[in-house]
């Protein structure tokens, strides 16, 4: 029997983005990922998700557990990347630096705090900045012998006249499609040459 997922308190659908964002949800991701967004009352329930954003997909010619190892090498390689520390500072992110290792736990890097690890199935990042409340889910399905399915989730929401504004730009203007798809393909390069060879 597997261990149960540690948890902190390419296909492509694009869906709308919900622009009743409610102070309540704003204030939990300000609870949980820092102060650098807007907000005021305690949220009803801390588990109200985000809105969804995307879902993308890509086939990857290696099992779950080496696309797995993939991700957190795409992660660690996040982590060193000196554009992606200067963005989350730009950006006012309330995780700038990172910590630990990407698939623990408690574990950040720049943008990005870790919440759940499920190896080799779920790891769920999340973030806040002064624009946005962030989610980055990663899932790791086994399609085949030595083959996997690897899906990104985007959920977000973009608080006041400056997040939505800041919203139209990264999703209306696909910076945030271009980046997601990046990754997918980074980790996919990754497992089939020289991070996760094939079986």
């Avoid at 809105?51 to 080496?66: K, N, T």
């Avoid at 759940?116 to 790891?123: A, F, G, I, V, Y």
């Amino acid at each position: 029997m597997s261990a149960p997922p540690r948890v902190a308190s390419s296909s492509f659908v694009l869906r709308g983005v919900d622009e009743q964002h409610t102070e309540s949800r704003t204030r939990r991701w300000a609870d949980r990922y820092g102060e650098h967004v807007a907000g005021a009352e305690r949220p009803n329930t801390v588990d109200q998700p985000l809105p969804l954003i995307d879902v993308h997909s890509i086939a990857v010619g290696a099992s779950a557990e080496r696309s797995w190892q993939g991700v957190v090498a795409m992660l660690s390689d996040v982590g060193s990347n000196r554009a992606w520390k200067g963005l989350a500072t730009a950006l006012g992110c309330s995780v700038r630096r990172s910590s630990g290792r990407p698939d623990a736990v408690g574990s950040s890097v720049p943008g990005f705090l870790v919440v759940e690890s499920d190896p080799p199935r779920t790891l769920r990042l999340g973030g806040a900045h002064r624009f946005s409340n962030y989610e980055l889910t990663f899932r790791v399905e086994p399609s085949g012998e030595g083959h996997s399915l690897l899906q990104a989730e985007s959920r977000a929401s973009f608080p006041g006249s400056a997040g939505r504004v800041y919203g139209a730009l990264v999703i209306g203007g696909r910076v945030h499609v271009l980046a997601v798809r990046a990754m997918l393909r980074q980790i996919k390069t990754g497992c089939d040459r020289t991070a996760c060879p094939r079986r």
